[in-house]
């Protein structure tokens, strides 16, 4: 079960998305010196230093290949072909517009240059 500090997390990426402050650093884990990216949120700390609030790690590999879905158990064809590999249900939470996932409530995609997203796409200088 999705624990509700991950829901809180989830929560704060998407606000920080609506605000522009959401962004993508690099960091390095101090269990094993691994090089890793994370979703982090940024706001201005009382000094007028921008802090960077780390929030989750993007995956490096094929999620496809690295993760079966809860109920799903291993078998012959899980892992090898990508839409296999997850339930069908799973489709139905996707944006019909770019395939992207749809929101908690699953009304709205997304992905910032879809026009389903609420914001709207995403506007290019």
Request: overall charge negative.
């Amino acid at each position: 079960m999705v624990g509700e500090h991950h829901r809180q997390n989830l929560e704060t990426i998407k606000k920080a998305m609506e605000n522009g402050d959401l962004g993508l650093i690099e960091c390095t884990r101090k269990d094993n010196g691994e090089t890793v990216v994370l979703i982090a949120a940024r706001y201005t700390d009382d000094d007028n230093t921008i802090v960077m609030v780390p929030l989750a790690v993007m995956i490096d590999s094929d999620p496809y290949q690295v993760f079966t879905p809860p109920g799903h158990e291993e078998c012959g064809m899980c892992g090898t072909n990508k839409k296999e590999s997850f339930p069908a249900k799973t489709a139905s939470v996707a944006c019909e517009e770019c395939g992207s996932p749809l929101d908690e409530d699953g009304e709205f995609c997304m992905n910032g240059r879809c026009p389903n997203n609420p914001l709207g796409p995403a506007k290019e200088d």
